[in-house]
């Protein structure tokens, strides 16, 4: 049973930072994708960033690059989120997510993706 469990969300000021963690558990992930995405009330759950477990590779949406940082650690599998510059439009609940790199659909959609864990809220205000 593949289990996903984030933390380390909360309420941060405009320009702060806070790192998100994904402990995933349950089968070996290296031929996954690990994705985070974020969702907002009335809105879709939007793509943030994704690694390749193995190789490492990373892709980030536009509305973030150049301040969010997608990592793992191999040994305690474990998936990050570095968040620094943070502005109220980040304020979401916060999802890790999981898929196989051997399915073909577009890694940077929702409805792509296997397994999902309960989410973090993040909330960026003064």
């Known amino acids: 049973q593949v289990q996903l469990v984030e933390s380390g969300g909360g309420l941060v000021q405009p320009g702060g930072s806070l790192r998100l963690s994904c402990a995933a558990s349950?089968?070996?992930?290296?031929?996954?994708?690990m994705g985070w995405f974020r969702q907002v009330p009335g809105k879709e759950r939007e793509f943030v960033a994704a690694?390749?477990?193995?190789?490492?590779?990373?892709d980030y949406a536009d509305s973030v690059k150049g301040r969010f940082t997608i990592s793992r650690d191999n040994a305690k599998n474990t998936v990050y989120l570095q968040m620094n510059s943070l502005k109220p439009e980040d304020t979401a609940v916060y999802y890790c997510?999981?898929?196989?790199?051997?399915?073909?659909?577009?890694?940077?959609?929702?409805?792509?993706?296997?397994?999902w864990g309960q989410g973090t809220q993040v909330t960026v205000s003064s």
């Open positions: 997510a999981a898929r196989s790199t051997l399915y073909s659909g577009p890694y940077y959609r929702a409805a792509n993706y296997d397994y």
């Open positions: 349950g089968r070996a992930f290296g031929s996954y994708i």
């Open positions: 690694i390749w477990w193995l190789g490492g590779n990373t």
